[in-house]
């Protein structure tokens, strides 16, 4: 194992060499929450597919293979479909915004006042993504090293915080083109083939496992609805998912760029499922699913091979975990605590001192990624964690981002109910329910759409000056003032 250590350390090493070259080059708040607006389609397609493709995606979707068989890629497949649709349609008029977060976004096509109630809900979503692929550190460091669960997520999730903070966004880009390289590598090209040649072959496969394990929809066709509700949904609004798109150089880098991206993870559900159903051929009794990933690593690939596929799945976590820590960090500062300091300013506090926007992003990830290590180490179950924020996501914001993109009679006054109702109703619903139910998101989501739309239709139109503000920022044509003068990044 002394070679697959080796190939694990100097990895560990390399992301926290990139963020301290990424803190050079974060000299500024666009530079360092959206890595200046510059990224060509390269490193803008590596770093979309980085971030959406974590643990869940790489081990999670190798237990669903164990599981379900091919049908057990539905859940990264959906994950695909959603950056697809975000890309071809929404992406460009989110490039164009020129904005830092969602709520930005619904504050100006609202009027001002939806934001903060946004902000709330999209903190906790984006805290608990990033407490879920922080708890996977136990998972994989438990095979690496033999480690114990409190020191593996203390030790995964401070070399994220440190990479992350030192450079920000630059930072977690370049790491993010690591991880996408060490994961393309690791899972399609080196464990993908093996798994299929050390199960037999297709053929072998199919002899020894159910019918139903190479049925298209063998696992479900509510399950797989439920995962385009919450994932190919989730990808059109998450806060982690938009900060990318934010840092493309131009619209069409957006646009064609996140096809890409989603094309890969296409590519990569299947690959994680086949390597699932190789799994279950060599190892039909394994006492939990998502050890299938651990196991054919430990037990089937040669040394050398298995710290670098190791290192891809540590890479699959990280690139998610950091992604979701600078999402949570830019909620809570821009959209949650810049408002509390603004109304406090305003009821007495005229300093007027000038703010240093960097160092106060840069103490939020700092200080959000202690608050993520620690529920980390309190919470056991990642599945329950990662549907609790996927429903909060989708249930309390869907409706009114996608029904201020494409509804002109949408109002604030709408917005603001169908975020209150629709986010109460799935809380609510999940604990009538059970958190893992399909009712809570099904139910919430129509009630969120009822009221926006009920609420709207009952209420003024927005102001027309709001209005038009809207469409001129949508066209581009408002000019971006932290916007950089110089090069662009391929």
């Known amino acids: 194992m002394a070679v697959d250590y080796t190939v694990i350390v ?6 926290l060499a990139m963020g301290w070259w990424g803190m050079r080059r974060a000299k500024s708040k666009a530079e360092f929450l959206v890595a200046g607006r510059r990224l060509g389609p390269w490193m803008y397609s590596g770093t979309m597919a980085a971030i959406v493709l974590g643990g869940a995606s790489t081990i999670g979707g190798v237990g669903l293979g164990y599981t379900h068989g091919l049908s057990g890629a539905w859940m990264v497949f959906t994950i695909g479909l959603g950056l697809l649709a975000l890309s071809i349609f929404f ?26 109630l946004s902000g709330v809900v999209m903190w906790a979503y984006t805290l608990m993504l990033a407490v879920t692929s922080t708890i996977a550190y136990a998972t994989i460091f438990d095979v690496l090293f033999d480690m114990n669960r409190t020191l593996a997520i203390v030790i995964g999730g401070s070399i994220v915080v440190a990479y992350s903070t030192l450079g920000g966004m630059w930072s977690i880009t370049l790491t993010d083109m690591v991880q996408f390289v060490v994961k393309t590598v690791g899972v399609l090209l080196l464990l993908l083939p093996i798994a299929v040649v050390k199960a037999g072959g297709f053929g072998e496969m199919r002899d020894k496992l159910p019918d139903a394990y190479f049925a298209p929809l063998g696992i479900g066709a509510e399950t797989i609805f439920t995962y385009v509700l919450i994932y190919t949904f989730g990808m059109l609004i998450g806060q982690d ?5 934010f840092t493309a150089r131009s619209d069409k880098v957006a646009r064609y760029g996140g096809t890409v991206a989603g094309t890969y993870c296409l590519v990569y559900a299947l690959a994680g499922a086949v390597i699932g159903t190789a799994a279950k051929v060599m190892y039909p009794k394994l006492p939990s699913a998502d050890a299938a990933f651990a196991t054919i690593v430990k037990d089937e690939l040669p040394m050398g091979v298995r710290g670098l596929v190791l290192a891809a799945a540590l890479a699959a976590v990280m690139s998610t975990s950091s992604g979701a820590l600078i999402a949570c960090a830019t909620v809570a500062n821009n959209d ?6 603004g109304v406090v300013r305003a009821d007495g506090d005229a300093s007027g001192e000038p703010h240093d926007e960097v160092k106060g992003n840069r103490l939020f990830i700092l200080v959000m990624g202690v608050a993520v290590i620690c529920v980390a180490i309190a919470l056991n179950d990642v599945v329950q964690a ?16 996608l029904g201020g993109l494409l509804w002109r009679r949408g109002t604030a006054a709408g917005a603001l109910s169908a975020v209150v109702a629709g986010g109460l109703s799935v809380v609510g619903l999940m604990w009538w329910y059970g958190i893992l139910a399909n009712e809570p ?19 003024p139109p927005t102001d027309a000056a709001v209005l038009a503000a809207w469409r001129e920022r949508l066209a581009g044509r408002t000019p971006d003032p932290a916007a950089p003068e110089a090069s662009v990044t391929a």
């Open 10 to 15: 100097v990895y560990l090493a390399g992301m």
């Open 91 to 116: 992406s460009a008029r989110i490039a164009r915004l020129r904005v830092y977060t969602v709520s930005e976004m619904l504050d100006l096509r609202y009027g001002g006042r939806a934001g903060i």
């Open 241 to 245: 998912i938009w900060q990318r798109v």
């Open 336 to 341: 949650i605590w810049a408002r509390v300091r």
């Open 386 to 401: 990662l549907t609790v924020a996927y429903n909060l996501l989708v249930g309390g914001l869907l409706v009114p981002i």
């Open 441 to 459: 998101i099904y139910y919430g989501l129509l009630t969120s759409l009822v009221v926006y739309v009920a609420v709207s239709l009952a209420t």
